[in-house]
């Protein structure tokens, strides 16, 4: 059973910097794609950004220039690089892997942005 375990949210203000973690049980060469997605309370759970298993990206409009997604295989860890935080990036921050029949999740990391 694959486990995703998420780490790095937190409180932070405004204009501020956060790395998030992704830390997967096993090799994530087996997935053929990662993202990360956010819910709000309220709100429906969006993808923020995923990154393949060959490396191409892509971004929700409103993190483009700010988030940076990255994946290290030999750590079997994917990262969200967050830069310029905003009081509507405060979210919960998901980690989401797609395998071959089934997408795997992880519990979830709070990121607060207030001042």
């Known amino acids: 059973q694959v486990q995703l375990v998420e780490s790095g949210g937190g409180l932070v203000q405004p204009g501020g910097t956060l790395r998030l973690s992704c830390a997967a049980s096993?090799?994530?060469?087996?997935?053929?794609?990662m993202a990360w997605y956010r819910q709000a309370p309220g709100k429906q759970r969006e993808l923020v950004a995923a990154?393949?298993?060959?490396?191409?990206?892509n971004y929700e409009n409103s993190v483009k220039g700010r988030f940076t997604i990255s994946r290290d295989n030999a750590k079997n860890t994917l990262y969200l690089h967050m830069n310029d935080l905003k009081p509507d990036d405060t979210a919960v921050y998901y980690c989401?892997?797609?395998?071959?029949?089934?997408?795997?999740w992880g519990q979830g990391t709070q990121v607060t942005v207030s001042s």
């Open positions: 989401k892997a797609t395998g071959f029949l089934t997408d795997y």
């Open positions: 096993g090799s994530i060469l087996a997935f053929s794609a």
């Open positions: 990154i393949t298993k060959a490396g191409s990206t």
